[in-house]
């Protein structure tokens, strides 16, 4: 399941990310979305998680949650229209 992240400290590193989302099950990619020209974050990424049980469970459990002093938004990553 591809799990969208939004509101992230530009700090926040893809470690911490794949960190935080292992404590839920298997992470197989995290990607931090960063603006083409400065290399900063923009902000928000996606992560990866193979087992959807435990893709669900990290959403319910990490939305609104703090990290490096920001509440972040996890939910269910929608493809684009």
Excluded at 5 to 14: E, G, I, Q, S, W
Excluded at 70 to 79: F, L, M, Y
């Amino acid at each position: 399941m591809n799990i969208f992240v939004a509101n992230l400290n530009f700090r926040v590193k893809t470690d911490q990310l794949q960190d935080l989302f292992e404590q839920y099950g298997e992470v197989e990619s995290v990607k931090i979305i960063t603006d083409r020209d400065s290399g900063r974050s923009k902000g928000f990424g996606f992560i990866e998680m193979a087992d959807e049980t435990a893709a669900r469970n990290a959403i319910s459990s990490l939305d609104n949650q703090e990290l490096e002093g920001r509440n972040i938004v996890v939910k269910e990553a929608r493809p684009r229209e």
